[in-house]
C-alpha cells in the first residue's frame, strides 16, 4: 500500500507565499511523475504542475512565472512553491504520484496513481 501525504497549506495574503510538501510512503519501487493539482469550490480538479523523475516540468498557464515545482527522488517528495498568489489561487491542493510499487511492475510499465487527502490554501486580505 501507498500513501501521500499533503502539508504546508495554509493561509496568505494577495502577493504573499506558501510552500507544499507532499511525501509518499510505503511499497514503492520508483516513482514516476509527479504533481500538483487544485480543486476550487464549483470547479473541477485541475493540473497545475507536474515534474518528471528526471525533473522535467509543466505548469498550468495561470501559475506559470509564479509557482515552481520541485522533487527529491531520495525522499520520495515533491513540493510547490507558491509566490504571489492571487485569490483565484484558493482551492484544495492534492499531491499525485505514479508509482511502481514493485520492480516487477516497473518492469511491465505498470503503475498505480496515488492522491493525497489535499491541502488546503487560502488567499484573502
Known amino acids: 500500500q501507498v500513501q501521500v501525504v499533503e502539508s504546508g497549506g495554509g493561509q496568505a495574503q494577495p502577493g504573499g507565499s506558501l510552500r507544499l510538501s507532499c511525501v509518499a510512503s510505503?511499497?514503492?519501487?520508483?516513482?514516476?511523475?509527479m504533481g500538483w493539482y487544485r480543486e476550487a469550490p464549483g470547479k473541477q480538479r485541475e493540473m497545475v504542475a507536474t515534474i518528471s523523475r528526471d525533473g522535467l516540468t509543466d505548469y498550468a498557464t495561470s501559475v506559470r512565472g509564479r509557482f515552481s515545482i520541485s522533487r527529491d527522488n531520495a525522499k520520495n517528495a515533491v513540493y510547490l512553491q507558491m509566490n504571489r498568489l492571487e485569490p483565484e489561487d484558493a482551492a484544495v491542493y492534492f499531491c499525485?504520484?505514479?508509482?511502481?510499487?514493485?520492480?516487477?511492475?516497473?518492469?511491465?510499465?505498470?503503475?498505480?496513481?496515488?492522491w493525497g487527502q489535499g491541502a488546503l490554501v487560502t488567499v484573502s486580505s
Open positions: 510505503g511499497m514503492i519501487y520508483i516513482i514516476n511523475g
Open positions: 499525485n504520484a505514479e508509482v511502481h510499487p514493485r520492480f516487477s511492475d516497473y518492469q511491465d510499465h505498470k503503475y498505480i496513481e496515488v
